[in-house]
């Protein structure tokens, strides 16, 4: 059973993100905050796999309260649902932890999909804000982008590219005929030599450098 804690400032949303998720068997909301102070509370005293977390709320907000919590709680799954899709909220979130984005209006289908996703080490990224990120970032010179392919071997460039289209360690250990422990040593790797934190962030990359096509 996946153990979600749901944050937004709206207690109608709340109320309808609880009815979505707990249509699924295997989703259970086990409670709801109303903004970031509350969010990190409940997590300590409920201690939830995944947190939906709204950005712009008064007092804390969700940038702020995702990356206490990733500091406090690392392996607390934060999946940041919110209308906001501007690049300086999209950057804020991605870099204080954030393990996916999505944009209010996805369909439920979508959602649900992106909680289990998101805990099987998926990385869920609303296909609009991919192409902000990806525009963002594409306007560098190619020179700049030669240095990460320079950086990565061959098959750390292909795995890569896998983490990118969201796929985890297993399913990318599947479809590149390896070992899921010689995946996650790649992956590992790949992290250092980026110098990023997480898996999220090296999606991020592989998007905004052109390794994968964000509405593919």
Same mark, same amino acid.
């Given at each position: ?110 959602? /649900?999909? =992106?909680?289990? @996703? ?9 296909? #609009?804000?991919?192409?902000? %990120?990806? &525009? ?53 790797? /790949?992290? =250092?030599?980026? @110098? ?9 990359? #592989?998007?905004?450098?052109? %390794?994968? &096509?964000?509405?593919?």
């Amino acid at each position: 059973m996946i153990r979600v804690l749901v944050c937004d400032d709206q207690a109608v949303v709340c109320d309808g993100l609880e009815m979505i998720l707990d249509s699924d068997p295997e989703i259970q909301v086990i409670a709801k905050a109303y903004d970031g102070d509350q969010a990190i509370e409940l997590v300590e005293k409920t201690h939830p796999d995944l947190v939906l977390m709204d950005l712009k709320m008064p007092g804390m907000n969700g940038i702020q309260a995702t990356r206490i919590l990733n500091q406090k709680y690392p392996a607390v799954k934060i999946l940041v649902l919110t209308t906001y899709g501007d690049d300086e909220w999209v950057f804020d979130a991605i870099r204080s932890g954030a393990d996916g984005y999505l944009l209010k209006g996805v369909q439920r289908e979508e959602l /649900i999909r =992106a909680v289990k @996703g998101t805990l099987q080490g998926q990385t869920h990224v609303d296909p #609009a804000v991919a192409g902000k %990120l990806f &525009d963002s970032v594409s306007k560098n010179p190619v020179g700049e982008r030669s240095i990460l392919t320079e950086q990565l071997s061959e098959r750390e460039l292909e795995i890569l590219k896998q983490i990118g289209r969201g796929l985890s360690n297993a399913e990318i250990a599947e479809k590149l005929y390896l070992t899921r422990g010689t995946v996650r040593n790649y992956v590992s790797t /790949i992290l =250092a030599k980026l @110098g990023v934190e997480d898996r999220t962030q090296a999606a991020i990359l #592989a998007i905004q450098y052109g %390794l994968v &096509d964000p509405q593919s």
